[in-house]
């Protein structure tokens, strides 16, 4: 491996950011992943696991603009106790850029996740402004072991016509004015809720798409069910995000080490089963349909690629520590982030890893941890993320993005604005 800590270009730390198990003070970048339009960069920040155990919820969490070239922010807006549970997606309305996150409350003792909101912020190029929210979620500890709501990040999606779909304790779509179109109850079985519902709907030709305890599309339009699939695989505790592929199927990977592939009337087209890992990411596919993906399994993680057409293992870069961001493809290399503090590329033919930078946050508990993220591409092949100590990354490859429309993984391109 070759380790190239010079690629670091700057570094953004936020205020009262980092571990600190004595005070509970920290902002993280942790369900907020970079969002990239034009020269300018979001980001909002939140917290993790640790801190609802401990009670070690901040009082204030910021969404940033930044330029590329600067980690001066342009502006920051201060949400109070609101934590940023996903987001930023992007929305260019004939040149006013509109930003979305989805924002949680927590309960008194700041232990709980209590409820969700969708926001809308108008970015006025200097300033921004919240133009209107929706709460998508209440009460949900009172749902009792909400467990796996309480790891979950919460992104919108947003068609061409600028509506917007998110999932909370329900399924909502919104105009771009702020009026509710639908919301629907998710039929899902047993006391699924309870481990919780999230992630990104996938938008794609006219249809949304999205994982939970079942496989489920719906018609965007109006809402309807078009179906769920409930007999996939009985062992399956969780679906993952929706990838379209450029042969027309959809890809979506499982909390039980699967990868499942579909026709969009729901019909497979095979499944390929890691063996071990919980595959939380949401897999990066190329131009010719294979797909690249981390799993989670402690100190026995890989990260692999699958041949598009059959799902079988083409290469796997073994013992590795928890991938659990998503991926993203240059045109030389695919890129991922882990618990181990490192970014780095493995060639797309080989898997060999020709490229890695270690990021310069603490060590110990967390420290520089990339997790729930998922890693952003400027044109000039420079990535972006923001780590478990607070720090926000730009850093410099001698890549650039890949050519593939079907090249994203968060959005509808690598800087993720969209997902249609």
């Not at 109070?80 to 260019?92: F, N, T």
């Not at 309305?93 to 926001?119: A, C, M, N, P, W």
């Not at 009337?265 to 990411?281: P, S």
């Not at 010719?288 to 059959?310: A, I, P, Q």
């Amino acid at each position: 491996m070759i380790f190239h800590t010079q690629n670091i270009v700057w570094t953004f730390k936020t205020s009262g950011s980092g571990f600190d198990i004595e005070s509970g003070d920290w902002e993280l970048f942790y369900y907020s992943s970079p969002a990239l339009f034009g020269e300018n960069l979001y980001i909002g920040t939140s917290n993790d696991a640790n801190g609802r155990k401990t009670g070690g919820l901040k009082d204030h969490y910021t969404l940033f603009k930044f330029h590329r070239d600067s980690s001066a922010p342009i502006w920051s807006l201060d949400f109070g106790p609101l934590e940023v549970r996903g987001g930023p997606v992007i929305h260019d309305d004939s040149g006013v850029l509109y930003i979305y996150v989805v924002l949680e409350s927590h309960t008194d003792d700041k232990s709980k996740r209590k409820q969700d909101f969708l926001y809308q912020i108008r970015d006025n190029g200097a300033t921004a402004t919240v133009m209107w929210n929706y709460t998508i979620s209440e009460n949900v500890d009172d749902a009792g072991g909400f467990q796996w709501a309480e790891l979950q990040r919460i992104y919108p999606s947003i068609d061409e016509s600028g509506n917007v779909y998110v999932l909370g304790r329900t399924f909502n779509s919104f105009t771009k004015a702020g009026i509710r179109r639908w919301n629907i109850t998710v039929p899902f079985e047993s006391d699924f809720p309870i481990k919780g519902i999230g992630f990104q709907p996938t938008i794609h030709n006219g249809y949304v798409y999205f994982g939970a305890d079942k496989f489920y599309c719906y018609r965007a339009s109006d809402g309807a069910l078009m179906y769920h699939l409930t007999k996939i695989d009985h062992t399956i505790d969780r679906f993952g995000q929706v990838v379209p592929r450029p042969d027309g199927t959809l890809a979506v990977g499982t909390m039980k080490h699967k990868v499942f592939t579909f026709f969009p009337n729901g019909t497979e087209k095979y499944r390929a089963n890691l063996g071990e890992g919980k595959i939380i990411v949401s897999p990066a596919v190329d131009a010719t349909g294979n797909m690249y993906m981390g799993t989670k399994n402690n100190d026995k993680s890989r990260f692999v690629k699958l041949h598009g057409e059959t799902g079988v293992v083409v290469w796997s870069i073994e013992d590795l520590y928890d991938v659990y961001s998503s991926p993203i493809l240059g045109k030389k290399r695919v890129y991922f982030a882990g618990e181990d503090r490192y970014i780095y590329g493995a060639e797309q033919s080989t898997g060999e890893i020709t490229y890695s930078t270690k990021l310069v946050g603490r060590t110990g508990i967390l420290g520089s941890d990339v997790n729930q993220v998922a890693l952003a591409m400027d044109p000039s092949g420079n990535i972006y993320v923001g780590d478990m100590d607070g720090i926000l990354y730009k850093i410099s490859t001698d890549d650039e993005p890949g050519s593939s429309a079907f090249s994203y993984t968060m959005g509808k391109n690598m800087q993720r604005v969209g997902f249609y």
